[in-house]
């Protein structure tokens, strides 16, 4: 693949290191990951030298295929590793230029970062007001200012409110995502890290997830880092992407940059210069190893 233009999509080597600077540093960055390395279980290498940066006020998603390691790196960064064996073991996460090393799950949704899980994981035995309602667990407010929170979260999620006394165990598959993203904004989060929305989801759905997403951003200020399969939607709606493979960033870019760059229409769209092809001849691990080389 070709260098582009300092303002094009970046190329990352084995190493981890740029092989073209990025111009624009005057941006006010809300998270900086540098380097970060993580191991499993002291043996399994999942992250190689990753690192990203999150604008404040942006879109900025994470993109690759299963086992690319999105979901690693923003456990890094939400420091939940731990519950699973995992560490950091070289580089380092900041939000708002202080490192966040030490700090507890619960210190950074103080802090304003607060993460989605992949997979919803709402509690099924509690109503779906009650789920919302323990997002505000770690803010100390009053009940007038609680229930402004909740009418904030209806507003964006009006399917919730009809269903805020059912069981949220009984609820859809795509009211479960609301449920979720509504319990993260009870938080008053600065930043939302937002691990796979689409998952399981019906193309409908995903498109109305999406666009909460990007309402959210646009009229509450609310900076997401998402990490999403669906590359097709994902660039449609962000404004920065990154590309991981096998645990290392290879590509980013503006959004819209990367939509027509032709590696990734042809490695994730399906698509190339003489139309769609097939999932076997998209799917080259030759073609794609070179990102790695």
Known sequence: MDARSSNGPRIFGKSGAYMMLDSAN????????????????????????????????????????????KSTTLKSISNLLLSERGEITKGSVKYRGAT???????????????????????????????????????????????????DLVYSYFPRLK???????????????????????????????????????LAPQLVEEIFQIVKDLNEKEGVTFLLAEQNTNVALRYAH?????????????????????NPDVKEFYLGMSDEGRKSFRDTRSYRRRKRWLN
Do not use: W
């Open 240 to 260: 920065y992407g990154y590309i991981l493979e096998s645990g290392r960033v290879v590509m980013d870019g503006p959004a819209a940059e990367l939509r027509e």
């Open 100 to 150: 966040v090393a030490g700090l507890s799950p619960a210190d950074l949704v103080r802090k304003g970062v607060i993460q989605v899980m992949e997979g919803r994981h709402c509690f099924g035995h509690l109503t779906v007001e009650e789920n919302l309602l323990t997002g505000a667990y770690t803010r100390k407010i009053g009940r007038a200012e609680l229930n402004q929170n909740l």
């Open 162 to 200: 009809e269903r805020r006394k059912s069981l949220a165990g009984y609820t859809s598959g795509g009211e479960q995502q609301m449920v979720a993203i509504g319990r993260a904004l009870m938080s008053k989060p600065e930043t939302v890290l937002l691990d796979e929305p689409s998952m399981g």
């Open 26 to 69: 005057t941006e006010d960055i809300l998270l900086e990951v540098s380097n970060v390395e993580v191991i499993y279980n002291h043996v399994i290498l999942v992250l190689k030298g990753v690192s990203l940066k999150v604008p404040k006020g942006g879109i900025t998603a994470l993109l690759g295929g299963n086992g690319a390691g």
